[in-house]
């Protein structure tokens, strides 16, 4: 079995992206922990796209590829709200509530490698939607835009996100995947339309664009997969 190639070097850079980030998280530089996220999750698409065209793929990149995934859209995401919490609770114990996220983003990742009915679609929300979203709380608490990160930054908020988000990593709700049969209007037009927001909204608000994003994202999802199932 040949263990290094192109994928799996791309892999081991998400890992190392995140255990940047967690370096980072502990140190207090929340942001830079954040684009650890967003720098893992560059490594992280671009392996699978890898793997594909050296035809490289096998089981042991699919399970590299999670044990990655657990610590950059995991453990690094559960650092960050952990700290988030530390920095307006007066509570020792309550910033561990945070490290829900890492658990149930463990479990949705083996829940995923055993599942297949996810070869075309996700059920339940996939781990680097839920770090995205959650890379993005320190940038809209430090905007404080119409005062929205004053509640965010909250703990009792973070803890109900902590636990809403984890729910739905493990979830049997349907969610979908970027991925094209073909590129007609009519059989993606949900996905063009979702892909024209986010340019739109990135464009307009920024970093502060991706908890809308993510939450647009859940709710089309929701609508547009429930509906084929319908079907």
Not at 94 to 118: E, G, H, M, W
Not at 205 to 228: C, D, M, Q, R
């Amino acid at each position: 079995m040949k263990i290094f190639n192109l994928a799996n070097l791309l892999t081991c850079l998400n890992l190392l992206s995140g255990c940047v980030g967690i370096v980072m998280a502990f140190q207090g530089n929340l942001e830079i922990a954040c684009m650890a996220i967003w720098t893992g999750a560059v490594f992280d698409f671009f392996d699978g796209f890898a793997a594909r065209l050296t035809k490289t793929n096998s089981d042991m990149g699919k399970e590299l590829d999670s044990l990655a995934d657990v610590v950059t859209f995991g453990v690094l995401p559960a650092m960050i709200i952990f700290h988030l919490i530390a920095q307006q609770s007066s509570s020792e114990w309550l910033p561990y509530a945070a490290f829900v996220i890492a658990a149930f983003s463990a479990l949705r990742l083996a829940k995923f490698n055993i599942d297949t009915r996810q070869s075309m679609g996700f059920i339940g929300l996939p781990t680097p939607a839920n770090a995205f979203f959650i890379s993005s709380l320190p940038f809209v608490i430090n905007d404080n835009i119409y005062g929205i990160g004053d509640t965010v930054s909250q703990p009792y908020f973070l803890i109900l996100v902590s636990l809403v988000f984890s729910f739905l990593l493990i979830s049997e709700i349907p969610m979908m995947a970027l991925k094209f049969k073909n590129y007609s209007w009519k059989d993606n037009k949900a996905k063009f339309i979702f892909i024209i927001t986010c340019l739109v909204a990135g464009v307009l608000l920024k970093v502060t664009a991706i908890p809308v994003i993510i939450i647009g994202y859940i709710v089309l999802s929701f609508f547009t997969e429930k509906k084929k199932e319908s079907i």
